[in-house]
């Protein structure tokens, strides 16, 4: 039963790839035929589709927002309700970056602008990654 239906779904696949290849054929011979373009004549006719404006008669100001500046914060420590952000020292309520500093906490610190809201957090430095226990 399984051989009947795997020679019927393979005879359906090469039916259907001998048409799809024909139609292939098909669409190269349409490509390598010869085109017939347009006479000089009719395209010497058709207007100009671009439009020149006189700078004086336009009253338009023309202004660039400026790019979004990213700045990296990095929070190097925590010390008596102080954060030292990006070689500064700050308490909660100061601004950081376009950012207000809302909360100092032990491994880490809130900073709010609108309604974003970025954490920065300390990494304790691991000399060993791999810890052994006694008895193990």
Known sequence: MKRLIINALLSTIFLYADVATDEIDKMIMKIKAPRQGIDLKELSATLNPFVAINQNDVNET?????????????????MNKR???????????DDVSDYILKHIGINGVVLVKDKQIKKLFLHE????????????
């Open 62 to 78: 023309i202004v660039f927002a400026p790019k979004k500046k990213y700045t990296k914060m990095l929070l190097g420590g925590i």
């Open 83 to 93: 954060a030292f952000i990006n070689d500064t020292w700050y308490r909660e309520g």
């Open 125 to 136: 430095k691991q000399e060993n990654i791999i810890i052994m226990k006694d008895g193990e």
